[in-house]
């Protein structure tokens, strides 16, 4: 059971149900870095422990904060699909990418941007990170080169996504990256912390109010599906990202955006909690 970190000093591996950070003797400044220096996640998860320090004091980053690409998925769950009016059958998955620039760790303050502060809505989304180089890989096998899991809030922009903003055409790359559009974290989750893989308990809350619930065995295109199909458009190299997509309950269809102040949490059992406030 390996829960691993990226913190200000370094690599980490929670110990004691997540309240001490045991800090590895590892030759890279972050998981990610590790990761893309070719390191597995098995000699990660199992590196010499430097020092303990209370997790109150560790000061988290994100698992990854510079993948060199994080593809995210639309219209992943039936009912957020339903929910935002998607009619078409569900068929192949629907793909864009996200900046690596957008990333944040739990705690971060996500930011309104400038040229479109109005719309800006939450997405809880389990989040797939690879551990080695993958190209066209069948469904069967993409477990194998995945290095775990953690948990991202793909924050959008509606009005850029609509294209309700003047002077903006719509633009769902640009509507989610704006700088903090993605936080990420607490932990990355190796797989072996879960009995199954494919069925994961996803909530999120605004303010304390649960606004989504639902299990990723309710994806409409589940992990190994995703990992595959992707392989087949770009190599997924060490440390890429894959937001899975969001369920049922974003803001938007209510009318309720992100305001300063407000609280989104983020839970996926197994892996922790992604709190981020708006600033
Ligand atoms: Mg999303």
Redo the contacts with the bound molecule.
């Keep these: 059971m390996t829960r691993l970190v990226s913190t200000v000093k370094g690599i980490g591996r929670l110990e004691d149900d997540g309240e001490v950070v045991a800090l590895l003797h590892l030759d890279a400044a972050d998981l990610g870095a590790a990761l893309q220096a070719g390191l597995d996640i098995a000699s990660i998860s199992t590196a010499e422990v430097r020092e303990r320090v209370p997790a109150a004091q560790a000061q988290l980053i994100a698992p990854i904060p510079r993948p060199s690409k994080i593809w995210?998925?639309?219209f992943?769950y039936a009912d957020h699909r339903y929910e935002v009016g998607y009619t078409g059958a569900a068929q192949e998955p629907v793909i864009f990418l996200k900046a690596p620039s957008s990333v944040i760790g739990t705690g971060g303050r996500i930011r309104f941007p400038k040229a479109a502060p109005d719309e800006v809505d939450y997405?809880g989304?389990l989040a797939v990170v690879i551990g080695r180089r993958a190209t066209d890989v069948s469904a069967t096998d993409a477990y194998s080169f995945v290095a775990g899991f953690t948990i991202c809030n793909?924050v959008?922009a509606r009005d850029v996504q609509k294209g309700r903003v003047p002077g903006r055409a719509a633009d769902v790359t640009a509507a989610?990256s704006f700088d903090t559009f993605t936080p990420m974290g607490p932990a990355l989750a190796t797989l072996d912390e879960f009995d199954d893989p494919d069925d994961l308990h996803l909530r999120t809350w605004v303010d304390g109010e649960l606004r989504q619930d639902a299990r990723t065995s309710q994806l409409i295109h589940p992990v190994p599906a995703l990992v595959s199909y992707l392989s087949r458009q770009t190599t997924l190299e060490p440390g890429d990202v894959i937001?899975t997509?969001?369920p049922s309950g974003v803001g938007h269809k209510r009318g309720q955006f992100l305001r300063s102040g407000v609280e989104v949490r983020i839970e996926i059992e197994n892996i922790g909690a992604l709190v981020n406030t708006c600033a």
């Design positions: 995210a998925v639309g992943a997405e989304e793909d959008s989610k937001a997509g969001t």
